[in-house]
């Protein structure tokens, strides 16, 4: 079985993240989580509070694993052995992005496959910037985020 990474900010992760993170833990042998940190952004939450709530989000799955990285995801991928990118589509337009950026990964290293997953129904319309916006109008966020991220959300952001 193959090492899958996911990639992206997580900021926060979602409810959305959480779904493809538990579809691919039962099909690839260990997801790695990859939280991409980019000095140029200035993120919502910081990626050491990033990578400790996906921790505590995902223990249930004993093979997936979480790490912050900076630079190019097919070099992470390679430095931990991943052979394929999992990536999640919520809509045809996530579709033609993340097809884009496939193709480039694909470019920059062809041994790296990327999996589509879709999430399920539920989930398709969360993403991280709606969870930011409700959190700026301070909104319940249950419906949108694993429990320990509302919670730090809530004390945290006040």
Do not use: W
């Not at 997801?31 to 939450?45: D, S, T």
């Not at 920059?108 to 319309?125: A, G, H, W």
Request: neutral net charge; hydrophobic residues 40%; charged residues 25%.
């Amino acid at each position: 079985m193959a090492i899958a990474l996911y990639a992206g900010s997580f900021d926060p992760i979602t409810l959305g993240h959480l779904d493809i993170i538990q579809q691919g833990s039962k099909i690839f042998e260990k997801v790695l989580i990859g939280v991409a940190f980019n000095p140029e952004k200035k993120g919502f939450l910081p990626v050491d509070k990033k990578v400790e709530l996906i921790k505590e989000c995902t223990k249930q799955f004993l093979n997936v694993e979480v790490y912050s990285f900076d630079g190019l995801t097919v070099d992470f991928a390679k430095k931990h052995n991943a052979t394929v990118l999992l990536r999640g589509l919520r809509n045809a337009s996530d579709f033609e992005y993340e097809n884009q950026l496939a193709e480039i990964n694909s470019k920059l290293n062809p041994n790296i496959k990327t999996v589509f997953l879709t999430s399920n129904p539920e989930n398709n319309f969360i993403s991280s910037s709606a969870v930011r916006e409700l959190v700026s109008h301070k909104q319940t966020l249950t419906a949108f985020v694993p429990k320990p991220v509302e919670e730090y959300l809530r004390k945290n952001l006040d």
